[in-house]
């Protein structure tokens, strides 16, 4: 081709053609400049096409950290309901814990342990390596990946290094009094150490001190859960190959209409002075409640008895759960807020 080019300059020249090589110089010159174009458009599709596919890599990979925060957020709620019920029993000034219950081993001792919510972040790392070549096709997840790994996760940062501070201030002082040197000494508990966790007004405040900070972490994580359910199911919108599709229980939807079909229906209060109902439904697997005032609302299932909503005021995580009382009636019982049940009509 090369020498097919130069035979035609060379008539050109020798005939004395000097315009007509003039026009076949810029000719050539064009076809160069158009083969280098569409070199580099091709390039550059390649180096999108690559930026892409990096991108849609990390974006899997988020959705694998998020699977596991959404089962470690699961465990929390396991293990928050655990100390809230020692809690209230600590409270419990009516059947107060006994001598007996400590020697028997019937009392349970709260606040020398703090619980932390960790998220893993291997996949949003990777993606902000990519942020400045990420297709425009995914600026609506990338807010959302921002609002879970920016905003919330630096609200838990904060509660989780709160907490901390309160148990080991709460151990240092425990280690200023005697009851270590008096265990090692003579094999057993003090009396002054059991009349601090069952008598004493100081435990009861720290624990108060404490409990907030509980509380402080399990909000968090539980609006963090949902936040990730919500993020892992837009992510898997906008993926077109897909590794696996997310097992519904993980997303918190109902894995079987069969299961819950008979809790199905409208709740109200016992009073019925209170102006207040609530309907459940199931849609796209989905547990949803709408009450008379039209607010809608989305329920997670936990577990095989647990459900969690977000309440709007105060926004917070409410978990319950379905609960039959001795004459059979069903209810939704609340097991961290102050509600009454609320019993499902013609029951």
């Known amino acids: 081709m090369i020498k097919f080019f130069r035979k035609i300059r060379h008539k050109l020249i020798t005939e004395n053609k000097v315009s007509k090589y003039l026009l076949y110089g810029i000719g050539e010159i064009v076809l160069?400049?158009?083969?280098?174009?569409?070199?580099?458009?091709?390039?550059?599709?390649?180096?999108?096409?690559?930026?892409?596919?990096?991108?849609?890599?990390?974006?899997?990979?988020?959705?694998?950290?998020?699977?596991?925060?959404?089962?470690?957020?699961?465990?929390?709620?396991?293990?928050?309901?655990?100390?809230?019920?020692?809690?209230?029993?600590?409270?419990d000034f009516e059947s107060p814990w006994t001598y007996e219950d400590y020697k028997n081993g019937n009392f349970k001792i709260l606040g020398n342990l703090y619980y932390s919510f960790l998220a893993k972040k291997n996949g949003y790392e990777s993606l902000t390596r990519q942020i400045d070549y990420m297709p425009k096709k995914f600026d609506n997840t990338l807010n959302d990946i921002k609002i879970l790994y920016v905003d919330m996760l630096d609200d838990i940062e904060i509660y989780n290094e709160r907490i901390q501070h309160t148990v080991y201030t709460n151990l240092d002082w425990n280690y200023d009094q005697n009851w270590t040197l008096h265990q090692l000494k003579y094999g057993e508990t003090s009396k002054e150490e059991i009349d601090y966790y069952i008598y004493d007004d100081r435990y009861k405040k720290y624990i108060l001190k404490y409990w907030n900070d509980i509380e402080n972490i399990f909000k968090s994580s539980q609006k963090y859960r949902i936040k990730a359910i919500e993020t892992y199911i837009k992510i898997d919108s906008i993926l077109i190959n897909k590794d696996k599709e997310l097992p519904l229980y993980?997303?918190?939807?109902?894995?079987?209409?069969?299961?819950?079909?008979?809790?199905?229906?409208?709740y109200t209060f016992s009073d019925e002075a209170i102006p207040f109902s609530a309907k459940?439904?199931?849609?796209?697997?989905?547990?949803?409640?709408?009450?008379?005032?039209?607010?809608?609302?989305?329920?997670?299932?936990?577990?095989?008895?647990?459900?969690?909503?977000?309440?709007?005021?105060?926004?917070?995580?409410?978990?319950?759960?379905?609960?039959?009382?001795?004459?059979?009636?069903?209810?939704?019982?609340?097991?961290?807020?102050?509600?009454?049940?609320l019993f499902k009509k013609n029951d």
């Not at 160069?32 to 390039?43: E, F, K, Q, R, W």
């Not at 079987?256 to 229906?265: A, F, M, V």
């Not at 409410?318 to 509600?339: C, D, P, Q, Y």
């Open 32 to 91: 160069v400049v158009i083969g280098i174009l569409i070199a580099l458009n091709i390039n550059n599709q390649n180096e999108l096409k690559k930026n892409e596919q990096a991108v849609i890599a990390s974006l899997k990979e988020i959705q694998n950290d998020l699977l596991i925060d959404i089962r470690s957020s699961q465990i929390f709620v396991d293990d928050y309901l655990k100390m809230d019920s020692i809690k209230v029993k600590i409270f």
């Open 280 to 341: 459940l439904f199931i849609e796209n697997n989905q547990l949803y409640s709408v009450n008379n005032s039209s607010l809608k609302r989305k329920h997670y299932k936990l577990n095989e008895e647990l459900y969690m909503f977000m309440n709007s005021n105060p926004y917070y995580p409410v978990i319950w759960k379905f609960r039959k009382t001795k004459e059979g009636k069903i209810s939704m019982h609340f097991l961290n807020a102050n509600v009454p049940d």
């Open 250 to 266: 993980a997303l918190g939807k109902i894995t079987s209409k069969n299961d819950i079909e008979k809790y199905l229906g409208i």
